[in-house]
């Protein structure tokens, strides 16, 4: 590591190229002049440094100075130190004529010299000074030249207009350009046209020169940040480097970009000063009135001393011609941090005033607010509650801050209970969004215990919440618990305050899997109409409409189900916020009602509207629903997707049964998509731990985890643990512990069993339970049946059923159900000795499979067609005998089509017509028994 002005830098090679530029100027036996600009930070000392060690290395003679803005009061500062340090290091024959002339550059009277009108001959004497000296190679570089006096601008200006050409004096002036001296930039873009100087300009970094700088690859996400928050400035770039992402600033960090600005900062003026502030604490842009409220100056001194910032680069025109900005964004941070505590506070309260009139946004004015003095201020809390919930889903961290600082400036005293109940709740959805659920729970006894002196109508809401994050949470007794409290000592005449109770304990039930009573959601239904509570009506609604779908009562589910999803569908998003739950309860009844447009529909605006409020304890119900009804309709891709990138969710706040319904929801997509081979190493269930962690008595979540680990075995041909898991979710063979609604599947799963492994089976037709008038139900015993058929040889009859079946599960848009019947009724045809029927039936099975990015099916399908086109035998007469009833053009036309050649290139080739081949074509198709030019080329490969 090199150490420059206090800054590590790492060696690179990001400036190699300029460097080289002006080594091999070091080769020529000429002089040369080079100009080196670049904004602060560019990287100008470094490339200094590194050339004055490659000609140090190669022996060659080099004195450096460099200007500040102290010496700017000092005439000839630079050239001064120049010959000071040359007489330190030259040889003794060439140093005697050098005390002369630095005698008159430090004389008192050189204090006074006023350009070549008074004392015409000193530049030229330090020129020839420089000329002996440059007997040898002499490199001379003169760092922040911008900050240099008007004696030595004046030396430099002589050695433009005079070049020694002959002498091998090479001169690097660097400095930076909005500070630099206009007319000495004028003489050497003037001398530049000529070919007398070189400029080169360091500007920013490219995004791979960035990340090669930081020691990264190429295009690495974080490379790519610190190069657009540095502007590819290389000091602000390894600066950033060291802060966290949206962190503090970190004192290592500012105290070594105060050593660099120090120069800068420590000549401001007591105005100047007052004006960077009051910038720092205003942000990212701001303009003249705002820093002149903020800075408590009048306009004209605030304007003086915007000019003397921007003079010192330290403020910049922003692309708002009326607005300014910070060189960087870092220097205002490090400038923030220099203002006293009291300062900056009552800075914040000015801001924040002044925001207020001009009605910028709460989020704009809760930054302030937040680091304002914290005084009891009803405005302030409202303002910052407001902001806290704007940017709840976009920023969860921020709205906690704030909401944290809205209870500090609560007044203790007075009405004001019900107001900290409320943030205290917002504040636990924050830490839910954020996903902390610890943090939330842990208020959850401190809102409770406030609670109790609320208001009424503020009570149970909140009694209501803290028990449905409870039960999301796995918490289901202790939700329970508070439900049952709050509704014994609730009064007899507050009924309508009863309905948010009674809808959290039916809630509370749905989210623990044993929703199994209906007599709460009868009373929560009259109460909430009779109080005309639309919101609370359709969470009745839909709450009764999946306890009737989970008992086959389908009309009287739709009878409920129907005006629920009217009210929530004309409900704003903003009037559903407190309650998202019932749109996800709405979307798995319409799930297991097979439904699964309206579902999606549903699911994902409750997803949307839990972001929004803070209600990520629930996301798992949804994400989870998300993901079975993408699987229902063939999104294969989708269905991955949602879980894969809601894996935190599930890790932070997710009950133990919705964890594992997730879990067992990817293992069957993952066999679905791809394969029997997605499934994990072989074990005694066949799942491995996931399977093993079930308890599918404990709720209905986790039987329906079963049945979905249960149907992934059995299409990983396992059918022994798919049996299994089937029998422990559903109590027995008779399977009385499962809800109605999932009867049909497990039914067919063990008749699907019973093919291959000894299973008892329970007869569906004997089960009250079990309606074929219901389509959902009828399709899964259609495919029932056609495995009873199948399995006794009765292929005719099996295949029909399996494609009726398959009708059923279109009509659903079930397409992962519909290829899956469509396979075994190909097979079925095929067994059946119609290769026809077989091979329309695989075609349509592919078609499916395609439309539902199965690879699985795709790979299914086309062995079972490889099996049917290669068979030796063709309508129990084998191949060669079959191709002897065709006759001569026939056999020409089926070579031709079977080796890939197209129709009309066929027809050329016979000197035929187009129609003429697809007649032959449909002759050799019906003698040979196939159906494609596949099939074709298939059987015509098995020949000699």
Not at 641 to 651: C, N, R
Request: glycine share 8%; aromatic share 4%.
């Amino acid at each position: 590591m090199h150490v420059t002005n206090g800054v590590y830098v790492r060696p690179s090679g990001v400036r190699r190229k300029e460097v080289d530029v002006l080594l091999r100027s070091l080769a020529a036996g000429a002089g040369s002049i080079t100009e080196l600009v670049g904004d602060p930070g560019s990287g100008k000392t470094r490339m200094l440094a590194d050339l004055a060690g490659e000609a140090k290395s190669r022996g060659i003679q080099t004195l450096t100075a460099r200007g500040t803005e102290f010496g700017r009061a000092k005439m000839f500062d630079l050239f001064t130190q120049v010959i000071s340090t040359g007489l330190d290091t030259m040889p003794a024959e060439v140093r005697a004529d050098a005390l002369p002339v630095l005698g008159e550059l430090t004389a008192p009277s050189a204090a006074e010299w006023s350009g070549p009108a008074g004392r015409e001959g000193l530049p030229a004497a330090v020129r020839t000074l420089l000329h002996d000296w440059s007997r040898q190679p002499l490199v001379v570089l003169l760092d922040d030249f911008h900050w240099a006096d008007a004696g030595s601008r004046e030396i430099v200006d002589h050695l433009l207009r005079r070049p020694m050409d002959t002498a091998p004096l090479h001169l690097v002036i660097a400095q930076r350009p909005r500070q630099a001296s206009f007319r000495l930039r004028g003489s050497i873009a003037d001398r530049a046209g000529l070919g007398y100087v070189r400029t080169i300009e360091l500007g920013p970094l490219s995004p791979d020169e960035s990340a090669q700088l930081l020691g990264l690859t190429a295009g690495d996400e974080r490379a790519g940040r610190l190069h657009r928050e540095s502007h590819g400035i290389p000091l602000y770039l390894q600066l950033l480097a060291d802060v966290p992402y949206d962190g503090m600033l970190p004192r290592k960090v500012a105290d070594r970009l105060a050593a660099r600005l120090m120069p800068e900062i420590e000549t401001l003026t007591e105005q100047e000063t007052a004006v960077v502030h009051a910038g720092s604490v205003l942000g990212d842009r701001f303009d003249l009135d705002m820093l002149a409220h903020v800075a408590q100056l009048s306009p004209e001194v605030t304007g003086q001393a915007i000019d003397g910032l921007c003079h010192r680069d330290l403020l910049r025109p922003a692309e708002d011609p009326a607005s300014l900005r910070f060189r960087h964004p870092l220097i205002g941070r490090l400038m923030y941090d220099q203002i006293g505590w009291h300062r900056r506070a009552h800075a914040h309260r000015r801001v924040g005033t002044m925001l207020a009139v001009q009605g910028a946004t709460a989020a704009e004015r809760a930054w302030h607010i937040e680091r304002g003095p914290a005084v009891a201020d009803a405005e302030d809390v409202a303002v910052l509650a407001q902001a806290a919930a704007e940017r709840m889903s976009s920023d969860a961290d921020s709205a906690a801050r704030w909401l944290k600082a809205a209870l500090r400036r609560l007044p203790r005293s007075g009405n004001s209970n019900d107001q900290r109940v409320e943030l205290l709740v917002a504040l636990a959805r924050a830490h839910i969004s954020a996903g902390r659920t610890g943090p939330a729970l842990e208020l959850v006894h401190d809102i409770i215990e406030r609670a109790r002196c609320a208001s009424c109508p503020v009570r149970v809401e909140v009694i209501a919440f803290c028990a449905i994050l409870e039960a999301a949470c796995g918490h289901d007794s202790t939700a329970s618990d508070q439900l049952v409290v709050e509704l014994d000592t609730l009064p007899a005449e507050k009924q309508a305050e009863v309905v948010p109770l009674l809808l959290a304990r039916s809630t509370v039930a749905f989210l623990s899997g044993r929703l199994d009573d209906s007599d709460d959601l009868a009373i929560a239904l009259r109460l909430a109409r009779k109080h005309h509570m639309s919101v609370a009506e359709a969470g009745a609604l839909v709450l009764r409409g999946f306890y009737h779908i989970l008992n086959n009562e389908i009309d009287e589910a739709e009878r409920a189900l129907a005006p629920g999803r009217a009210i929530l569908d004309a409900s704003p998003d903003i009037t559903l916020a407190a309650h998202p739950e019932y749109l996800a309860i709405l979307g798995w009844s319409e799930i297991l009602n097979w439904q699964f447009d309206d579902a999606l529909r549903h699911l994902s605006r409750s997803a949307a509207v839990m972001r929004q409020r803070g209600g990520s304890h629930l996301l798992p119900v949804v994400i989870n629903g998300l993901s079975y009804a993408y699987q229902q309709i063939g999104r294969l891709v989708e269905a991955r997707k949602v879980l894969v990138s809601h894996q935190e969710v599930f890790e932070t706040c997710a009950a133990e049964p919705q964890r594992t319904l997730a879990t067992a929801l990817k293992e069957r997509v993952g066999v679905l998509a791809e394969g029997a081979h997605y499934i994990g190493p072989e074990d005694a269930t066949g799942h491995g731990e996931a399977a093993g962690a079930i308890d599918p008595q404990s709720s209905d979540w986790n039987r329906l985890a079963a049945l979905c680990l249960a149907d992934a075995a059995r299409l990983a041909g396992r059918f022994e643990p798919s049996a299994a898991l089937v029998l422990r979710a559903g109590g027995g063979p008779d399977l009385p512990e499962l809800p109605t609604a999932l009867l049909p599947i497990a039914f067919e799963a063990l008749t699907a069993a019973s093919l291959h492994i000894q299973v008892p089976v329970p007869q569906w037709s004997a089960d009250a339970r079990m309606s074929t008038t219901l389509s959902n139900h009828r399709a899964h015993v259609l495919l029932a049946q056609a495995h009873v058929a199948k399995g006794s040889q009765d292929y005719r009859t099996a295949a029909v059923l399996y494609r009726n079946a398959a009708a059923l599960f279109s009509t659903a848009g079930m397409l992962c159900a519909q290829a899956r019947a469509l396979l075994p009724a190909a097979q079925c045809a095929a067994e059946d000795s119609r290769p026809e029927d077989a091979i329309e039936l695989l075609a349509e099975a592919e078609y499916v499979a395609g439309q539902c990015e199965s690879s699985r099916f795709t790979l299914e399908v086309g062995e079972r067609r490889r099996q049917l086109e290669g068979l030796p035998a063709v309508g129990g007469a084998s191949v060669l005998e079959k191709l002897a009833e065709l006759t001569t053009r026939e056999r020409e036309v089926a070579e031709l089509a079977a080796s890939g050649v197209r129709t009309r290139e066929i027809a050329e080739r016979l000197t035929l017509s187009p129609r003429t081949i697809d007649v032959h074509l449909t002759r050799v198709y019906r003698k040979l028994g196939v159906k494609s030019r596949v099939a074709l080329a298939g059987l015509l490969a098995v020949l000699p």
